[in-house]
């Protein structure tokens, strides 16, 4: 009884109480189907509302917009990407280390140790190393990307004094692409910069 004095002062409130109060009786006393129903009659004619037939074909079609732990698909998919991570985490260390700190000053060459790993673990997987090394490799430094005067980069010094630029992101997507080959797209897609190749 207090709920209707609290209204009395309130056309539109009480306006509204009674439309929501009108369309959930229609929905309570609305005959049911089950949702596998809409598949199995598809030979009966009924007359389903635009609203219902869109939501029906939505639950049954459309997969989640979410990733579900308990689908083993994306279980698999978690598990190799922590694997790949685990994998390249070193080198990209590595590599970060040497072209953003200040271990090394422009146009120096790695240490032994150093050049050693990134030829191990990035220039033998460049897609065009053997162009990159061309009649033979002296050393590996760092210094500004001719073009791109902000980016430092790793050279390749060949043994005639000739210098050239690679990429070590390049030389990880072959990496990946090479070693876990059904996964690699998804896993470069989404943990390299775009138009990185």
């Known amino acids: 009884m207090a709920a209707p004095l609290l209204l009395k002062g309130f056309p539109l409130l009480r306006l509204r109480l009674q439309h929501y109060n009108r ?3 229609r929905l309570l006393s609305a005959p049911r189907r089950p ?5 199995e009659s598809a030979g009966h004619e009924e007359e389903v ?6 939501s029906t074909v939505l639950s049954v079609t459309e997969p989640p917009k ?4 308990d689908d083993p698909d994306y279980r698999k998919w978690k598990d190799k990407e922590e694997e790949i991570l685990r994998d390249i985490e070193p080198i990209i260390s590595l590599s970060k280390e040497i072209l953003h700190s200040d271990r090394y000053m422009d146009g120096e060459r790695l240490t032994v140790e150093d050049e050693e790993t990134v030829v191990e673990k990035l220039l033998s997987h460049h897609p065009h190393s053997e162009d990159k090394i061309g009649c033979g490799l002296d050393s590996i430094m760092v210094d500004r990307h001719p073009q791109f005067r902000h980016s430092r980069c790793l050279f390749v010094v060949r043994t005639d004094g000739g210098w050239i630029d690679f990429s070590y992101q390049k030389c990880l997507r072959a990496y990946i692409r090479d070693k876990y080959p059904s996964h690699a797209e998804r896993f470069i897609g989404k943990h390299f910069k775009r138009g990185s190749g």
């Open 35 to 39: 949702w596998c129903a809409a598949a």
């Open 23 to 25: 369309l959930a009786a």
């Open 66 to 69: 979410y990733h579900r732990w």
């Open 49 to 54: 509302s635009s609203a219902e037939k869109s």
